[in-house]
């Protein structure tokens, strides 16, 4: 017959397993410490900085009656031209859109002039020959002078710059990176009708070349810019100094605004969202009209109802 097991005996037992399985638990505690300790300190030895987030800026096209400001989008042209055209396209332009209303609104001996200052290849000719002749109105702007996207990738260590037709409306960022804060923040903006992160990422961007921090690790070619994520860009930096663009002169022989690398980046800024929305007035001007119809539309519903059913509330 089988006796059963002493008390005393079943209590020792359970106290050793409890002990068993706080150890247990004190060595995976200890192992998970560890673990986050060694985690934290190779983070903090690889960590970049942070990403600037880029500030608002004034705009005379912000807003649901802003417009472009014509002197700006040509000084604005003048940056692309002069500086960033040697390496960026914008294939969905032609000089004459130059002359568009509410762009920069080019004279058309202007739109001529500046067409008249490149070469294009055309033909072939009666004698089957290709031929290269002077820019018209009709041109689209030039290409880099690279001949192909390999060579482009070779001369910016494997980047390509993108072509800058829609540029402004492909850029943006994001202020709050968490929950709720970047739901409320996208309805403020709705309301608020902020559609200017494209100009402000842009403008932050051709301002945010800095020397790298002590430690930094920057491939060859590469240079350390506070704003694009990363901290990293493979394209150097395009505006390096004051007074590097010249602009018109006023009556006093002064430039009219300032030539600093801020002025520069919010011009050509500028000029790219006229690139990306060449119709922003128009349509402005439009909604606009649309919205005093539908109003006055609304009012006379309104009296029309009143009228048809007077009777049927008398």
Request: hydrophobic share 40%; aromatic share 12%; charged share 20%.
């Amino acid at each position: 017959m089988t006796s059963m097991p002493d008390l005393a005996d079943c209590q020792a037992r359970t106290a050793m397993t409890t002990m068993k399985r706080a150890g247990l638990a004190l060595a995976a505690l200890a192992a998970l410490s560890c673990a986050g300790v060694l985690s934290a300190s190779a983070q903090e030895a690889n960590a970049a900085p942070e990403q600037k987030i880029p500030e608002r800026q004034s705009w005379s096209f912000a807003g649901p009656f802003g417009i472009y400001d014509t002197a700006q989008l040509q000084r604005g042209y003048k940056i692309y031209r002069e500086v960033c055209s040697a390496c960026h396209s914008m294939a969905l332009l032609r000089f004459r859109n130059l002359a568009d209303p509410g762009g920069p609104e080019f004279t058309e001996s202007q739109v001529q002039a500046l067409a008249a200052e490149y070469k294009f290849q055309d033909g072939p000719n009666e004698q089957g020959e290709m031929y290269e002749r002077t820019g018209r109105p009709a041109d689209p702007f030039p290409k880099p002078p690279f001949a192909n996207e390999q060579q482009a990738r070779l001369t910016f260590s494997g980047a390509f710059p993108p072509d800058m037709s829609v540029l402004a409306k492909a850029r943006s960022y994001e202020r709050y990176g968490w929950f709720p804060a970047d739901i409320v923040y996208g309805i403020w903006n709705i309301l608020t009708q902020y559609q200017t992160q494209g100009p402000d990422y842009i403008s932050a961007l051709l301002q945010g070349y800095k020397e790298a921090p002590k430690g930094f690790d920057l491939q060859p070619g590469q240079s350390y810019n506070e704003i694009i994520p990363g901290n990293r860009i493979a394209m150097p930096p395009p505006l390096i100094q004051d007074g590097q663009v010249e602009y018109p002169k006023g009556p006093d022989g002064k430039p009219v605004v300032p030539e600093t690398v801020a002025q520069y980046s919010k011009d050509v800024a500028a000029f790219l969202m006229w690139a990306a929305e060449p119709r922003l007035d128009q349509r402005k001007r439009i909604a606009f009209e649309v919205m005093l119809y539908l109003l006055a539309f609304a009012g006379l519903m309104y009296f029309v109802k009143k009228k048809v059913w007077a009777g049927a509330h008398a």
